[in-house]
Structures are given as structure tokens and as C-alpha cells.
């Protein structure tokens, strides 16, 4: 699919005035200053950020009420329950909250419903098969129940409290549950919506060990706990949950990754290195796609507790037999993934008819819904426009869907919700559940919505490019600042530059779809050619031997114990 192209513009007064008051090169002031950096100070708070610039912790609804009544049922030693979701947001959630817990002496007990037969979220049967059962007194969401009404209303006839910390959007009405401690509530001061569940479980545990030790809590025999050693887990679930990497995520993230680095856990490093990792250093990407869809292949393909009880041992053994137990259900995850993928694409193939609307909504008997949320991603890149996947299994419909930038798929569900049982999520993500007999009407509602959402945009990919960087212009000094300016993600993405003039000497299919080459710019004397890669590449654009404009990224390329640059191309222009 073609892209448009979007360079954006810098302001050169500013982009000087960062680079006199900091020292950077003016290629990361010209980043920066596109980003809402408008000096040099503001540019070294953003690469040395540190805890006192947090300030949403404190305006976060209903924060006291979920720390005082927690702490009441430590005192108590009642029976809490913690019930997490079975993505890499909720397992870290739970482990996070869970460990923490566990270190302050409470009874404490986790929950993580099954993706196929419990579905998403918290429900009422949970609180009689699960919370009655074990006696809790307290129970605690973690990355859902914003919007679990039936449940909390259960729980309060049986006497059980329930808090809900979570991060989805919620709707008009909220659970009657003694807090709910969720930054995307309309009436959060804090307005911390970039946190991922894991986030604000996070935050949840630095007011409680606050109110615990202004209580006279902790002392020889229960020591304070350091919150350091819990970012890792809430950096694991923030770069899972792809939530924006701005603010108090992006501190969270740069403190865990210190971590991770530093001494991680068995369980990461097992996964590490049975993800065939030979890095020296771990960074988002790794978090991204080597350990996220590995933790995250335990809810879908299995149980997630399987994800909570690796990132939680302590034994190297018990780290490797899990990880290999978890490498297999994300093989059998990838291979189910591929196969739904290419019937989907057959059935394009041979309906091309189906591509003329502005939405892709499709179902059938009995796909895996473990998988249907990333095929739906996969579709999205592909075909860019909004899908939905639907498994009707049993009489219900279990559905994922998937938007792209600029259309809220979340509102876009909220109004097709007279054909729906449930839904929930993002403005980019969103689940569903409907009858049979209704996803007729669904489909064609859905269609009418993104239709008239949609009404007079282009609705087209970009290529948004920071700015233009010859390859002769690279060097590893520009390198280094780049490397400071991580952990990139939304809102805040890897940089793209725009080279022209570039010169192929070499080039070479790898794998299946993926070109490997050696550039360098026209009429630059003899600088040495700069390895590249591009992956499902644009054949016709990739067999040419001159690009007139070349859009691409930046990264090190780790090799036999040696680091080099490399270049990512994203996109080429065709010679005219």
C-alpha cells in the first residue's frame, strides 16, 4: 500500500535556540522541537527525567479511598483477592500488586480468568466461583473491571469490597465499587491516561508503602520494600499495552529498563534466551518482541497464571523449564496466527469486491479467539482501515477490533452497542461479545459509523518523517544522542529521516519479502557504504539501484559481539 509522505516542518529559530542552550546536534533539536521541546532545559528534563517531576499520582481519583481501605484489610488480615486480566498489562499488574502484598504480610491471592471460557473482565459468577469461595473480604482488579457493574453489585451483597484500578476507557456510568482508582475516568484530575493498568498498579503500590509507613508499618522484621524492583514488571506491561510513551510512562519505562538491565529476573532472562536474544543490552524492542508476545501467548493460548508464575520464581531451573514451556504455546500461537491470516487473505483474493468498504468486519465457527486481536492488527497494516474478527462459539460471539490512528474505535463500538452483549477498550483497541442473529446489523452499523467518522479525511497511511539526514551526515556521536532519547513508542516514535540522492551497491533478497543492501549518497567522494535492511519490502521500489528519496530509521545492529549501524529503510520513493 502506498504512503504519504510528511515531512515535518521545524521551526529553524527554534530548533537553534535548543541547540545554543543544550549542545545537541541539531538533528535531535529539530526532533525534539516537532515534539514540544522549546529549550534546552526542557530537552535534558525529557532525557534525565526523574521521579519529582511526577505529579499525577497525587490527582488520581479515589487513590486514598483504595490505599486506606487496602491497608485497613492488611491490618484486619482479611482474604484479598487480586483479579487481573490475560494480557502482558494484567500479568504484570498482578504480580506487581500481588508481590507487594505478599512482602507486607497480607492473605493475599491472585485470579486470571481463562480467555476462551471466562472471556475478558471481571463478571458476577466470579464472585461466587472465585471470591466466596476463597473467602475474600477485598477484592482488587487490576488492568479491568471499569465498567464490571454486575460484579460489584454481586460482591456487595455478600459483603466483599471491591477496588477497581484499571486504565480503559470507562462509560457514562461507573461500578459502585469503593474506588475506582482509573486515570481515563472523565472526572480524574490527574489526566495520566498514558498509563497502562501495569501503571497504575504501580502507582497504587508507592501511596500504599507511603500510608503504610506513615502508620508505623515497616520495620526490622518487615522492611520497606524497594519500588524500584517492581518497574521492570510495570515496564513490561506499559510497552505491551502500547500505551503512549510520554510522561510518567516513559520514567516508568527508562527506570525498568535500568532494571531489567541491571539484575533481571530469572523468568526475563529465560525468555530472553530462549528468544535467541544475544544482545548486551535490553531496550523496548526486546520488551516489544521477544518477551511481551511470549508472556502474552500464556493467556492466549493457555493459562496466564503460567505468566505470573515465571516473572515471580526466583530458581533459574523453574525459570527455564516455564520459558520452554511458554516458547511452545507461542509457537502454536504463530502458527494458528498464519493460517487464519492467509485464509483471510483467500477469501480477499477471491472477494476483492470486500475491499471497496471502509471497514473489514468478518466472522466464523470457532476461530481462536487467542489470536484473533493480532491478525487483526496484521490486517489493519495491510489494508488500513478498521477490522473487526468475530468467533461465534456456543452461541456467543467473542470478538477483537483493531482502528487505525485518528479513528476511536472505542466510541465507533460504543455506538453499534445495541447490537452488542458487552464491549470495552481503547480508542485504537476494543473487545466485543454479540448473538449470532445480530452481527448483521453490527456489521452494517459499524460500516455506516466509520463511514460518517471518517467523511471528508484522508484517510491514508504516513510516513512522518522529523527530518532530512543525508547517510554521509551519520556518525556515532548522532547515534549516542539518538540512544538517549529512548524508550521510544506512541506519542512519542522512533525518529525518521528523509535521505536523498542514495546510491544502492549492493543488494540482496533475504528471507521471504526482506532486502538487505549497502547505500551511500551520490557524489560523496568515497564515504563507506551504510548496511541496511528493509523488511517486506516494495520489491519493484527495492530492485532499483538509485533512490531519489529514502525514508528510514536509525538503529545498532548487535553481531558476533561487535555493534554497527544499521539503517531501516521504511519506505522509498520510485525513480520518475
Excluded at 515531512?7 to 529553524?12: C, G, L, M, T
Excluded at 507511603?210 to 510495570?234: E, I, S
Excluded at 481503547?426 to 467518522?453: C, Q, S, V, W
Excluded at 524508550?487 to 512519542?492: N, V
Aim: glycine content about 8%; hydrophobic content about 40%.
Amino acid at each position: 500500500m502506498k504512503r504519504r509522505w510528511q515531512v515535518k516542518p521545524s521551526d529553524p529559530l527554534l530548533v537553534d535556540r535548543i541547540c545554543r542552550e543544550s549542545g545537541c546536534h541539531r538533528v535531535i533539536a529539530a526532533i525534539m522541537a516537532n515534539r514540544g521541546i522549546a529549550s534546552g532545559a526542557a530537552l535534558d528534563t525529557f532525557i534525565n527525567p526523574s521521579w519529582s517531576q511526577v505529579r499525577s499520582i497525587d490527582r488520581l481519583i479515589d487513590m486514598d479511598k483504595a490505599v486506606g481501605r487496602i491497608a485497613d484489610a492488611l491490618f484486619r488480615k482479611e482474604k484479598i483477592l487480586i483479579f487481573g486480566d490475560y494480557d502482558v498489562d494484567g500479568i504484570t499488574a498482578t504480580t506487581i500488586l500481588l508481590e507487594f502484598l505478599l512482602h507486607a504480610g497480607a492473605d493475599a491471592t491472585y485470579y486470571i480468568p481463562d480467555r476462551m471460557t471466562e472471556g475478558y473482565g471481571l463478571a458476577a459468577t466470579h464472585i461466587d466461583d472465585v471470591a466466596r469461595a476463597r473467602g475474600a473480604t477485598l477484592l482488587i482488579t487490576v488492568d479491568c473491571g471499569s465498567d464490571s457493574h454486575d460484579a460489584v453489585k454481586r460482591a456487595g451483597q455478600y459483603g466483599i469490597d471491591v477496588i477497581v484500578t484499571d486504565h480503559h476507557t470507562v462509560s457514562t456510568s461507573m461500578p459502585e465499587a469503593c474506588a475506582l482508582v482509573n486515570p481515563c475516568r472523565s472526572d480524574c484530575p490527574s489526566k495520566a491516561t498514558c498509563l497502562a493498568g501495569a501503571g497504575v498498579a504501580f502507582f497504587l503500590i508507592i501511596r500504599l508503602r507511603a500510608y503504610l509507613r506513615d502508620k508505623g508499618f515497616w520495620h526490622v522484621g518487615r522492611p520497606q520494600p524497594n519500588l524500584k524492583d517492581y518497574c521492570d514488571l510495570a515496564a513490561l506491561g506499559s510497552v505491551s499495552d502500547v500505551v503512549p510513551m510520554v510522561s510518567d510512562t516513559r520514567l516508568i519505562t527508562r527506570v525498568g529498563l535500568e532494571v531489567l538491565n541491571a539484575r533481571p529476573r530469572p523468568g526475563i532472562q529465560a525468555l530472553l534466551t530462549i528468544s535467541g536474544n544475544k544482545k548486551q543490552t535490553i531496550d523496548a524492542e526486546d520488551i516489544g518482541f521477544r518477551i511481551g508476545p511470549r508472556l502474552n501467548a500464556t493467556g492466549r493460548m493457555d493459562r496466564a497464571d503460567l505468566g505470573v508464575e515465571i516473572l515471580r520464581t526466583r530458581d533459574p531451573a523453574e525459570a527455564a523449564t516455564l520459558a520452554e514451556k511458554i516458547n511452545l504455546l507461542n509457537q502454536d500461537r504463530q502458527a494458528i496466527e498464519k493460517n487464519i491470516h492467509h485464509r483471510i487473505r483467500m477469501y480477499f483474493a477471491e472477494s476483492p469486491e470486500l475491499l471497496t468498504r471502509k471497514t473489514i468486519v468478518l466472522c466464523q465457527t470457532n476461530w481462536h479467539e487467542g489470536v484473533l486481536g493480532i491478525v487483526a492488527s496484521r490486517l489493519v497494516e495491510r489494508f488500513y482501515r478498521p477490522v473487526v474478527l468475530i468467533s461465534f462459539r456456543d452461541g456467543l460471539g467473542k470478538g477483537s477490533a483493531r482502528s487505525v490512528p485518528g479513528v476511536d474505535m472505542h466510541a465507533a463500538i460504543a455506538s453499534c452497542a445495541a447490537y452488542l452483549d458487552g464491549f470495552g477498550g481503547h480508542p485504537m483497541a476494543a473487545g466485543i461479545r454479540l448473538r449470532p442473529e445480530n452481527y448483521e446489523p453490527f456489521k452494517k452499523a459499524f460500516e455506516d459509523t466509520i463511514t460518517k467518522m471518517t467523511a471528508g479525511r484522508d484517510i491514508t497511511p504516513t510516513v512522518d518523517i522529523d527530518c532530512a539526514l543525508d547517510i554521509d551526515m551519520i556518525s556515532d556521536a548522532l547515534m549516542d544522542e539518538i540512544a538517549a532519547l529512548q524508550p521510544f513508542g506512541p506519542d512519542h516514535l522512533e525518529p525518521v529521516f528523509l535521505a536523498r540522492n542514495v546510491i544502492v551497491g549492493f543488494a540482496r533478497e533475504v528471507g521471504t519479502g526482506h532486502m538487505r543492501f549497502a547505500l551511500t549518497n551520490a557524489g560523496r567522494g568515497n564515504a563507506p557504504p551504510v548496511p541496511a535492511i528493509w523488511f517486506n519490502a516494495d520489491m519493484d521500489a527495492a530492485r532499483q539501484r538509485f533512490f531519489p528519496q529514502m525514508a528510514y530509521r536509525l538503529r545498532h545492529n548487535h553481531y558476533n559481539g561487535k555493534t554497527s549501524v544499521q539503517i531501516m529503510i521504511e519506505d522509498v520513493l520510485p525513480q520518475q
